[in-house]
């Protein structure tokens, strides 16, 4: 099974400030298809999870523009431009290239 | 829009079996696979596995072989997920998921099933 390993685990961010977390793979994600199946999902408080990016750097239909993606083959990025109190919840990265795997969630709370 | 929507909370004891539906709406139920994904209290999220509905072939987890089952009802546009031999270890909350734009977009509000004597 392919590893998906994030830091931190824990990443308390000020309001209107930016946060950042990293995701990696323990082996590449890159389909043969040439696609790249690493998406970032966010899971608020007593709420199922909610897909916010796919193929990387995709933002999913209603996910504000201060979400973004980056990264490629086993080092990936989930950033917030500026943290809002809705933002508070769980992180996972999670990879559909092969079968499918989540990493262990990076807990995002307010300072 | 895309709604899943799964049956309410299941207890039940240990060595019995647990059957969630999950019926589906906004889109062409037969034309994505459907997926089943597990959170166990405080722990990570697992696969379990997936059917195509149209034709009923299903994939399951090497973790889950033999003692789970993923069928899907293209009448009422409803998936199921039956779970065997049930022990504490398989309390979690269940989750339905679908692929309308991309591999796992769409997430069912859960069913959380508790396993305990």
């Known amino acids: 099974d392919i590893v998906m390993t994030q830091t931190p685990l824990s990443s308390p961010v000020t309001l209107g400030q930016p946060a950042s977390i990293s995701c990696r793979s323990s082996?590449?994600?890159?389909?043969?298809?040439?696609?790249?199946?690493l998406s970032w999902l966010q899971q608020r408080p007593g709420q199922p999870p909610r897909l916010l990016i796919y193929?990387?750097?995709n933002r999913f239909s209603g996910v504000p523009d201060r979400f973004s993606g980056s990264g490629a083959g086993t080092d990936f990025t989930l950033k917030i431009s500026r943290v809002e109190a809705e933002d508070v919840g769980v992180y996972y990265c999670m990879q559909t290239t092969r079968f499918y795997t989540f990493g262990q969630g990076t807990k995002l709370e307010i300072k | 829009e895309v709604q899943l929507v799964q049956s309410g909370a299941e207890v039940k004891k240990p060595g019995a079996t647990v059957k969630i539906s999950c019926q589906v709406s906004?889109?062409?139920?037969?034309?994505?696979?459907m997926y089943w994904v597990r959170q166990a209290p405080g722990k990570g999220f697992e696969w379990m596995g997936l059917v195509d509905p149209e034709d009923g072939e299903a994939l399951y987890a090497e973790k889950f072989q033999g003692r789970v089952i993923i069928t899907a009802d293209t009448s009422t546009d409803t998936v199921y997920m039956e779970l065997s031999s049930l022990r504490s270890a398989d309390t979690a909350v269940y989750y339905c998921v679908t692929a309308v734009i991309t591999f796992l977009d769409y997430w069912g509000q859960g069913t959380l099933v508790t396993v305990s004597s």
């Open positions: 082996q590449s994600l890159v389909h043969s298809d040439g696609n790249t199946y």
């Open positions: 906004g889109y062409t139920f037969s034309d994505q696979y």
């Open positions: 193929k990387i750097s």
